[in-house]
């Protein structure tokens, strides 16, 4: 095969790319550094969903309860001006049989304390 039939004639075509496509991820990737991020009215919340919490509390007879469980969804809480989580519980004093436990409640976050990360 002649060499001229296999690269065209002037500027190779491998090496060249349409301007308007880099123009367009320059502008893309420059934006996303000179335009402020907006800031969360509501703060962050203190648990991310995987979080391994506890929950601790007094009940009716004024004995120290505590359950164990895993954070499974965050959402702020309007009435309470609070984050608040849903909680996959997985241990406790409850009996073993009562566990993992999952009763769609939410739970306020004041009422949490870290047990670890997932």
């Not at 002649?2 to 004639?9: H, L």
């Not at 009215?41 to 648990?47: A, M, N, T, V």
């Not at 004093?93 to 566990?99: V, W």
Request: proline share 8%; glycine share 8%; net charge negative.
């Amino acid at each position: 095969m002649p060499t001229s039939a296999r690269f065209p004639e002037g500027r190779s075509q491998h090496f060249t790319f349409p301007r308007r496509e880099l123009l367009q991820r320059l502008a893309s990737v420059t934006l996303l550094y000179l335009v402020p991020r907006p800031q969360s009215k509501y703060g962050s919340p203190l648990f991310v969903i995987g979080d391994k919490v506890a929950d601790y509390w007094i009940d009716e007879f004024n004995k120290e309860c505590i359950e164990y469980g895993n954070v499974c969804g965050v959402c702020w809480h309007p009435d309470e001006r609070e984050w608040a989580y849903s909680i996959e519980w997985t241990g406790g004093g409850m009996p073993d049989s009562c566990y993992p436990c999952f009763d769609n409640n939410l739970t306020i976050g004041g009422d949490l304390r870290l047990v670890s990360h997932a």
